[in-house]
């Protein structure tokens, strides 16, 4: 599947990308939509995650992945987000539109002003419900828009607010419902819930398939529409988009199929559906006119898509509606803590709401848990490593299933030489083996004899300043 997610240049930052990304360690989640969480599984664990509260219940739901881990972020607020030492950012979250917690994020720091769409609808209703606060007036002049481009063509075509597609499709039920027949809707895992909610406001019964997403949501007290028990059948049987032409061709006349989308699959677009399906253009992204006017708004200095196969220079596109062209600026310089955070990854203690910046005390890097220097070079363990170490015990890398195979004769520890010794710095600090058993990697424990970590010494590859830094945060947390 797409990813449809990005870094963001310069930071720490990435939103709806979850690869391990050099440097990366905060991570910001959209939405639960499929193409913006590849990669996202129960055992994530590449940084701190950034949410909001719906769209965590749903993460809670389908992958287990909850506080401390995931930190919630309320909605129309402006949080502080620690960088790293001394270094933070604000982040101003906005409902995007587009389906159950989606969110545009806005990002502010040493980076400038960025805010990311995610998937948005930028609607009337988006801008009326932002009309006239400062949190609107806040997203004008950003330094770069990271936009949700999937209808950003002019070729794309016009499409109706979601509020009159969804009395289309209303006025579509009940059209077929007075000719006696069943109604088929295609619905996705995650959206489309106004449409439920029309069509059990306007007295239709309706059975779908609950799926963990959407149990999830009920689970949280909002207003869903109970599904369908009988007796009978459901007026409306509510099925997944993909399946939706099977349930056609099995049920044939006896139902009126809806595809609420602009995007529907090839045999069902407006053109090509059999005479028992009504398609209804019903979107959760914005039209071609809603986004020219949403870039007008921002007036960004620079733009970037998020969907990256479309294959088309936003800049051009939205030429006559952005400012003139700035003359190029070197970026802005990564201030030397945030270099060093990201050289040495590390979690950053939870964000403040509404700003009081964070705490500069040692304990701003609370959260460092691991060293990920080039391979082959020195390595810090995690605290429970370093907690096994010093009750002595050896520690050994596992080798790959395919060198235990071949080495399950006789696995020989390495010892390493004085030279290495001085470098090795304690209980922490794993080191290069000889070139010719590079497969067992043992860690000497100087701890275990009582001795107090060196100080003087960094590993190689590591900044002095950095190491009296771990240094200074290893005796806060082991006193
Ligand atoms: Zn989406």
């Known amino acids: 599947m797409q990813v449809n997610g990005h870094r ?16 990366v360690y905060l991570y910001f989640l959209s939405h639960m939509h499929a193409d913006h969480t590849v990669g996202l599984a129960p055992l994530w664990e590449h940084g701190r995650l950034y949410t909001t509260q719906r ?11 909850a506080s401390p881990r995931v930190e919630i972020l309320t909605e129309n607020e402006t949080h502080v987000i620690p960088l790293a030492h001394g270094e933070s950012m604000a982040v101003t979250v906005y409902n995007a539109n587009h389906v159950e917690g989606a969110a545009m994020f806005l990002f502010d720091g040493y980076f400038g002003r960025v805010l990311y769409t995610g998937d948005v609808r930028a609607d009337a209703a988006l801008a009326a419900a932002y009309a006239g606060s400062a ?16 209808y950003a063509s002019p070729a794309s075509g016009a499409f109706p607010p979601r509020g009159e597609a969804v009395v289309e499709v209303v006025a579509a039920a009940q059209a077929a419902r007075d000719r006696g027949k069943r109604i088929v809707l295609a619905l996705d895992t995650l959206g489309k819930q106004p449409l439920l909610n029309a069509l059990h406001d306007a007295g239709f019964s309706i059975s779908y398939t609950v799926d963990r997403l959407n149990a999830a949501l009920s689970d949280d007290g909002r207003p869903h529409p109970a599904p369908h028990t009988g ?22 006349d006896a139902v ?49 898509p998020i969907v990256g196969h479309v294959n088309t220079s936003l800049r ?13 600026r070197p970026p802005p310089p990564i201030p030397q803590a945030v270099v060093e955070a990201m050289t040495a990854g590390f979690i950053p203690p939870r964000s403040v709401a509404h700003g009081s910046p964070p705490s500069s005390s040692l304990l701003a890097f609370d959260g460092l848990i691991s060293y990920k220097p080039p391979p082959r070079r020195a390595q810090f363990a995690s605290p429970a490593f370093v907690s096994i170490a010093k009750k002595g015990a050896r520690l050994v890398r596992r080798p790959s299933p395919t060198a235990a ?29 000889p070139a010719k058993k590079p497969r067992h990697l043992v860690v000497s424990s100087r701890a275990s004899t009582g001795q107090a970590l060196p100080r003087s010494v960094p590993p190689r590859g590591m900044r002095a300043e950095t190491w009296a830094r771990f240094c200074e945060v290893y005796d806060t947390i082991h006193k």
């Open 55 to 65: 769209s965590a219940i749903m993460l809670a739901a389908k992958y287990g992945l």
């Open 316 to 328: 051009t596109i939205f030429a006559h509606v952005l400012p003139p062209p700035q003359p190029s």
């Open 135 to 150: 949190l609107w007036d806040a997203l004008r002049g950003v330094d770069l828009l990271v936009l949700d481009n999937t």
């Open 405 to 433: 195979a071949s080495s399950r004769k006789r696995i020989t520890p390495w010892t390493p030489s004085g030279e290495q010794r001085k470098r090795a710095m304690g209980t922490e600090i794993g080191l290069e083996p």
């Open 231 to 252: 007796p009978g059948p459901s007026a409306v049987l509510g099925v997944p988009k993909w399946s939706f032409g099977s349930y056609i061709k099995a049920m044939g």
């Open 256 to 304: 009126v199929g809806i595809m609420p989308s602009c995007y529907p699959p090839p045999e069902y677009t407006a053109a090509s559906a059999p005479e028992n399906v009504v398609v209804i253009p019903y979107s959760d992204h914005s039209s071609y006119a809603e986004l020219e006017a949403f870039v007008a708004h921002v007036a960004p200095v620079d733009i970037m």
């Open 8 to 23: 963001i240049p310069g930071t720490p930052v990435a939103v709806d990308v979850w690869r391990r990304m050099r440097g």
